[in-house]
């Protein structure tokens, strides 16, 4: 089982900044990536950025090198540090970790509730 506790989304202005945490515990092998997606109001949830456990990372055109993820593998923990907010980018962000239950099992994926991220005047 896996638990996963989000924080620091809010209400920011156009241009300001947000740094999203995502702390992942519970009873599994290992993680094999971590990410971000968001859904906004009345569109589909998409990718905003992950990072696998070698480091790679994939993040969406949309972020323009505005966000920034990182990981902190020892405390099974990512973050994504967001910049020059704009309103299209207010959505519920949501944490998500791919797991390994054993070393020679499948990979399985567990989402986290969300955490809304408003930017507005």
């Known amino acids: 089982q896996v638990q996963l506790v989000e924080s620091g989304g809010g209400l920011v202005q156009p241009g300001g900044s947000l740094t999203l945490s995502c702390a992942a515990s519970?009873?599994?092998?290992?993680?094999?990536?971590m990410g971000w997606y968001r859904r906004a109001p009345g569109k589909q949830r998409e990718m905003v950025a992950t990072i696998s456990d070698s480091g790679t990372i994939n993040s969406a055109d949309f972020v323009e090198g505005r966000y920034t993820i990182s990981r902190d593998s020892d405390k099974n923990t990512v973050r994504l540090r967001m910049n020059s907010l704009k309103p299209e980018d207010t959505a519920v962000y949501h944490c998500k970790v791919v797991y390994r239950r054993t070393s020679w099992g499948l990979d399985y994926d567990f989402w986290g509730q969300g955490t809304q991220v408003t930017v507005s005047s």
């Open positions: 519970g009873s599994f092998f290992s993680i094999v990536a």
